[in-house]
């Protein structure tokens, strides 16, 4: 699957897979997630969304797109979406947040969702060699005879030793299930040992697909139609692009002699589970809400198709993809970054400490991105028919006219009551500390670490500079056992940051204050 960065012990046919994938599923009750768009942080996105559209229909132009598709997701809710173009060109049919996209590598993460799922009904463990699902993988020549087996989670994180495969690995989407196993059984050429090395790989993500209809007993196609996309109520997505309504279906181009030329569309096949999912706006945007109902962790009903703890573990970077010291932002400012990959995920964590997750897609005839940022409840989605479509760039300049505009600040963590507590207590001592050492709240290493005479001196020197004290912020968390507050002077303030031990109760383990200007 071409990409921009910014398993035999059952056979069954491709015709009986796409006939089952797309086999309406009567007992299956859709999943609600959960929605907490603040009424004003919606307002003040609002702002924003003339911008967006422009941003989108700028790209379009400068970059010949047919057509593009888009939609913003906030705290769980498709808050806006809209259309540019058209998905076929020649019958102007326009391209609107309910038109059919092949979305490509975007797809991975559902591979891997649905692996997940099955590892979590104890039916595979995620370092299961992969051979113990494809037989035919028992004889694989490994680079080195110290080579580790590889395993399902190498498959899930492009570290299996296999060769980064686009754009051939485009080409294979329609292949049979015994063209899968054909390869494989052929001999496989290595890149690297396995484990140790990021290389993507649609190859091994056709190979988990073949897993999960060996371990579920069914064509992974209906697994996953049945297990995820059904219960999140994305009716209108399909593996087979023959399934579809002419007048919904999104047609691929490219542009060549300032033209643009129909990609003939690939059908339904073994290598789907890397790339082969159609969908709409309106319908990924359930799947982008629940990736984002993984944060925070909290103890609402979990009933989701999958858990939300699992929902993380495939947000967490598995692998390192990259550290590139010289990325730039939106604005061109240089911001760096470094980059991984989860499960079917990418993820990356920028110079303001902004982590962002998603996928972009890519094939003959299409580009797309999806991505969310875990700490602002907000997301993108973005889909355009011109082969390989870098929708990446444009999807970070509308992420941060939505940040900007919006003005949507990181979102904090509750207080925990026994980090409030300590707060409260530590307070009344300052700035004195008298009978600090009787108070029971500092743990035992406090005082040896730095006498109560030393503490004392300093934070009464810092009273001095700032004068009068007359406020005491609010707590706020970096997590539930330490965090850090202002103590408001009438000249300058004070920021006490403060950490608890593992210990029941917690207890101060480190105490730390600073001038800071006002």
Same mark, same amino acid.
């Given at each position: 699957?071409?990409?921009?960065? @910014?398993? %035999? !012990?059952?056979?069954?046919?491709? $015709?009986?897979?796409?006939?089952?994938?797309?086999?309406?599923?009567?007992?299956? #009750?859709?999943?609600?997630?959960?929605?907490? #768009?603040?009424?004003?942080?919606?307002?003040?996105?609002?702002?924003?969304?003339?911008?967006?559209?422009?941003?989108?229909?700028?790209?379009?132009?400068?970059?010949?797109?047919?057509?593009?598709?888009?939609?913003?997701?906030?705290?769980?809710?498709?808050?806006?979406?809209?259309?540019?173009?058209?998905?076929?060109?020649?019958?102007?049919?326009?391209?609107?947040?309910?038109? &059919?996209?092949?979305?490509?590598?975007?797809?991975?993460?559902?591979? @891997?969702?649905?692996?997940?799922?099955?590892?979590?009904? =104890?039916?595979?463990?995620?370092?299961?060699?992969?051979?113990?699902?494809?037989?035919? !993988?028992? @004889?694989?020549?490994?680079?080195?005879?110290?080579?580790?087996?590889?395993?399902?989670?190498?498959?899930?994180?492009?570290?299996?030793?296999?060769?980064?495969?686009?754009?051939?690995?485009?080409?294979?989407?329609?292949?049979?299930?015994?063209?899968? %196993?054909?390869?494989?059984?052929?001999?496989?050429?290595?890149?690297?040992?396995? @484990?140790?090395?990021?290389?993507?790989?649609?190859?091994?993500?056709?190979?988990?697909?073949?897993?999960?209809?060996?371990?579920?007993?069914?064509?992974?196609?209906?697994?996953?139609?049945?297990?995820?996309?059904?219960? &999140?109520?994305?009716?209108?997505?399909?593996?087979?692009?023959?399934?579809?309504?002419?007048?919904?279906?999104?047609?691929?181009?490219?542009?060549?002699?300032?033209?643009?030329?129909?990609?003939?569309?690939?059908?339904?096949?073994?290598?789907? $589970?890397? =790339?082969?999912?159609?969908?709409?706006?309106?319908?990924?945007?359930?799947?982008?809400?629940?990736?984002?109902?993984?944060?925070?962790?909290?103890?609402?009903?979990?009933?989701?198709?999958?858990?939300?703890?699992?929902?993380?573990?495939?947000?967490?970077?598995?692998?390192?993809?990259?550290?590139?010291?010289?990325?730039?932002?939106?604005?061109?400012?240089?911001?760096?970054?470094?980059?991984?990959?989860?499960?079917?995920?990418?993820?990356?964590?920028?110079?303001?400490?902004?982590?962002?997750?998603?996928?972009?897609?890519? !094939?003959?005839?299409?580009?797309?991105?999806?991505?969310?940022?875990?700490?602002?409840?907000?997301?993108?989605?973005?889909? $355009?028919?011109?082969?390989?479509?870098?929708?990446?760039?444009?999807?970070?300049?509308? !992420?941060?006219?939505?940040?900007?505009?919006?003005?949507?600040?990181?979102?904090?963590?509750?207080?925990?009551?026994?980090?409030?507590?300590?707060? $409260?207590?530590?307070?009344? &001592?300052?700035?004195?500390?008298?009978?600090?050492?009787?108070?029971?709240?500092?743990?035992?290493?406090?005082?040896?670490?730095?006498?109560?005479?030393?503490?004392?001196?300093?934070?009464?020197?810092?009273?001095?500079?700032?004068?009068?004290?007359?406020?005491?912020?609010?707590?706020?968390?970096?997590?539930?056992?330490?965090?850090?507050?202002?103590?408001?002077?009438?000249?300058?303030?004070?920021?006490?940051?403060?950490?608890?031990?593992?210990?029941?109760?917690?207890?101060?383990?480190? &105490?730390?204050?600073?001038?800071?200007?006002?």
């Amino acid at each position: 699957m071409k990409y921009i960065f @910014s398993f %035999l !012990l059952l056979t069954v046919s491709s $015709a009986f897979a796409q006939t089952e994938a797309n086999r309406s599923v009567a007992h299956i #009750t859709t999943y609600q997630p959960p929605v907490f #768009t603040d009424t004003d942080r919606l307002k003040r996105l609002e702002a924003a969304f003339p911008i967006v559209e422009k941003i989108y229909k700028e790209a379009a132009e400068k970059r010949h797109l047919p057509g593009i598709a888009f939609g913003v997701v906030l705290d769980g809710k498709l808050v806006y979406s809209g259309g540019v173009g058209y998905t076929d060109v020649a019958k102007k049919i326009p391209a609107t947040s309910k038109s &059919l996209f092949r979305i490509a590598s975007m797809t991975k993460s559902l591979t @891997s969702m649905a692996i997940l799922k099955l590892r979590d009904e =104890g039916k595979l463990q995620l370092d299961d060699p992969a051979e113990k699902y494809i037989p035919e !993988l028992k @004889s694989h020549k490994y680079l080195t005879a110290d080579a580790p087996l590889i395993t399902i989670r190498n498959l899930m994180t492009h570290s299996a030793g296999f060769p980064e495969d686009n754009p051939w690995g485009d080409r294979q989407l329609d292949d049979s299930d015994a063209d899968l %196993l054909k390869l494989i059984k052929g001999g496989i050429s290595n890149s690297n040992v396995p @484990s140790f090395t990021y290389e993507y790989s649609n190859l091994g993500f056709a190979m988990l697909g073949h897993i999960i209809t060996v371990v579920s007993k069914k064509p992974y196609q209906q697994y996953i139609t049945e297990t995820i996309l059904k219960p &999140l109520g994305m009716n209108d997505t399909q593996w087979e692009y023959t399934k579809i309504p002419a007048e919904k279906l999104a047609l691929g181009y490219r542009w060549q002699d300032e033209k643009w030329l129909e990609e003939p569309l690939l059908h339904d096949g073994s290598y789907g $589970a890397m =790339g082969g999912l159609i969908t709409s706006i309106d319908d990924f945007s359930k799947y982008v809400a629940l990736h984002q109902s993984a944060w925070p962790p909290s103890n609402a009903p979990d009933n989701a198709p999958i858990k939300r703890s699992s929902l993380r573990e495939m947000q967490k970077p598995w692998t390192l993809s990259g550290l590139n010291a010289q990325a730039k932002n939106s604005a061109g400012q240089l911001c760096p970054e470094v980059t991984g990959y989860g499960y079917g995920l990418r993820w990356g964590q920028n110079c303001k400490g902004q982590i962002g997750i998603g996928h972009t897609g890519g !094939l003959p005839g299409f580009g797309s991105q999806w991505r969310i940022l875990t700490d602002y409840g907000v997301g993108i989605i973005s889909y $355009a028919n011109l082969t390989y479509a870098g929708m990446g760039a444009v999807n970070a300049v509308v !992420l941060d006219t939505l940040v900007g505009i919006g003005k949507l600040p990181p979102r904090q963590l509750p207080v925990s009551a026994i980090l409030a507590q300590r707060k $409260a207590e530590l307070v009344k &001592l300052l700035p004195d500390w008298t009978k600090a050492e009787q108070s029971g709240i500092f743990a035992e290493n406090f005082f040896p670490d730095k006498s109560v005479a030393i503490r004392r001196k300093v934070v009464q020197d810092l009273y001095a500079k700032v004068s009068k004290i007359e406020r005491v912020s609010e707590l706020i968390p970096e997590n539930q056992l330490r965090g850090h507050f202002l103590l408001e002077g009438e000249k300058a303030n004070i920021d006490v940051f403060f950490t608890l031990t593992p210990e029941n109760p917690a207890l101060i383990q480190q &105490l730390d204050f600073r001038e800071v200007s006002k």
